[in-house]
């Protein structure tokens, strides 16, 4: 079964530093998808990757997917406070409809 | 767009009862989706509907566990002799249908509490 897993799993970080979130899939997978979460809110989707190699890139998050080494990152530039947040990465197995969602990553950027 | 709708917000029952929340999709969205999270935990795949059709379903839901999307329009979700192991964030998504790239736009959630 399909298994999604990020890291790290809490991240506490200074304004103004770049930092990179990681999230592993373990078999083969059409599309990934990162979401934000804010404490007590539901989930807003950020960006939907669907081939080898895709960026997008919004603001202060950049989104990258290498298919071939089943791994997609979310960098971060020059944290600013309000990017505080759980950020979730999901998969969906080919031929299914099905998402599975990493564990979270929970970033705190410290003023 | 008015968003992705859910009720009720809150649910309190108790050990036993059986519960029934409703989604209601952003108009012009086919698919919809239902997902439970747990504190700390990402949100778990329940079921996916297109249009009214359900088209898949996690082995995860028991048969205690029943969704509906009668005219393909707003959803149901009933959960039956509910237990504590229930109490969880009932979330809700929809997206457009067709490229395969359409964001999906989720609900504020409905929260159970199972004593």
């Known amino acids: 079964e399909l298994k999604v897993e990020q890291n790290p799993l809490f991240l506490s970080m200074q304004e103004g530093k770049n930092y990179t979130i990681y999230c592993n899939y373990s078999?083969?997978?059409?599309?990934l998808y990162w979401y934000r979460q804010d404490p007590g809110k539901s989930l807003e989707s950020l960006f939907v990757l669907l081939s080898n190699g895709a960026v997008k890139q919004e603001g202060r998050l950049m989104a990258s997917l290498d298919t071939k080494a089943r791994l997609s990152t979310l960098h971060i530039t020059a944290a600013v406070h309000d990017l505080s947040a759980t950020y979730f990465c999901?998969?969906?197995?080919?031929?299914?409809?099905?998402?599975?969602f990493g564990t979270g990553t929970r970033l705190k950027v410290l003023a | 767009d008015t968003g992705v709708s859910q009720d009720p917000r809150h649910k309190i029952t108790k050990r036993g009862q059986n519960v029934t929340f409703r989604c209601d999709p952003i108009s012009e969205h086919n698919r919809l989706y239902w997902y439970r999270q747990t504190l700390g935990q990402g949100p778990e795949f329940l079921t996916y509907f297109q249009n009214e059709a359900q088209l898949e379903k996690s082995r995860l839901l028991s048969d205690r566990f029943s969704a509906e999307r009668p005219k393909g329009s707003f959803s149901t979700l009933e959960i039956q002799r509910t237990e504590q192991g229930d109490s969880a964030m009932y979330l809700c998504a929809s997206s457009p249908g067709g490229e395969r790239q359409r964001k999906q736009f989720f609900g504020p959630g409905t929260r159970l509490t199972v004593l």
């Open positions: 999901a998969v969906v197995t080919s031929g299914t409809y099905k998402y599975i």
């Open positions: 078999t083969t997978s059409d599309r």
